[in-house]
């Protein structure tokens, strides 16, 4: 289930989640000098990382945000693993502040960047076992309102799109594909005036004049179905 970059010792347990491995096997061995005890996740399913996590019960776990292969983001393994007891700090190259938020959100306690030097690393990993934490009230709070300033931005620039209809949706992610209106008519059993309809419909209420101006908006405002 799980490799370790130093097992023995009866130090504060750090459980890596990584998809580098050499990056993952460097820290250990750096953890390990500094008195800890490091675990590395080596199965990198979200169950098999759940699993390790439990099975070593750690004080802090440090998660890769990009993991690859099956998980991908692993934003969703914040949360339990947090209800297990574990303190969740993200080891990440991400710079995107609101995906940085968004695992402050999640739970997590701090984000520390790949590109630290390992001595910061294990640094930052020595402060979350003693305190529990590396964000301030105040860094927390300002990522939080980072985050709820960036969804009110997209609220308010999609909400044109929400008065769409299914079908109107369906026809204007069509349109979006390059499908022509006969096509649609045609792949969707109806008339090509139901079509026509239905372009119009979505032409108002976006308050454009023209299907490749609905395009552009939809483009543009990141819009999909």
Not at 44 to 55: G, H, I, K, S
Not at 63 to 75: A, N, P, Q, R, T
Not at 160 to 170: A, H, K, S, V, Y
Not at 194 to 201: D, E, F, G, I, W
């Amino acid at each position: 289930m799980a490799g370790a970059a130093g097992d023995e010792g009866s130090g504060p347990v750090v459980v890596i989640v990584d998809d580098h491995g050499l990056l993952a096997q460097s820290l250990g061995y750096a953890l390990r000098a500094d008195g800890l005890r490091p675990v590395i996740c080596d199965e990198l399913r979200e169950d098999a990382v759940l699993t390790c996590v439990d099975e070593h019960r750690p004080q802090a776990v440090l998660l890769d945000l990009d993991l690859g292969g099956d998980i991908g983001s692993s934003l969703p393994l914040i949360e339990p693993i947090r209800a297990g007891g574990a303190a969740v700090v993200m080891l990440t190259g991400v710079r995107d502040p609101i995906r940085l938020a968004e695992c402050v959100e999640a739970g997590a306690v701090g984000i520390v960047a790949k590109s630290e030097p390992f001595t910061s690393l294990v640094a930052a990993v020595g402060r979350v076992v003693a305190n529990g934490t590396l964000l301030t009230s105040d860094e927390r709070v300002e990522h939080l309102v980072r985050l709820r300033r960036a969804r009110d931005a997209d609220r308010d620039r999609l909400l044109p799109f929400q008065d769409l209809t299914p079908r109107e949706r369906e026809v204007l992610a069509a349109l979006m594909d390059g499908v022509a209106v006969e096509q649609i008519a045609t792949t969707s059993f109806v008339s090509v005036a139901t079509v026509r309809s239905q372009v119009r419909a979505v032409l108002q209420k976006l308050g454009v004049n023209s299907q490749l101006a609905a395009v552009a908006l939809a483009r543009r405002q990141g819009w999909r179905p």
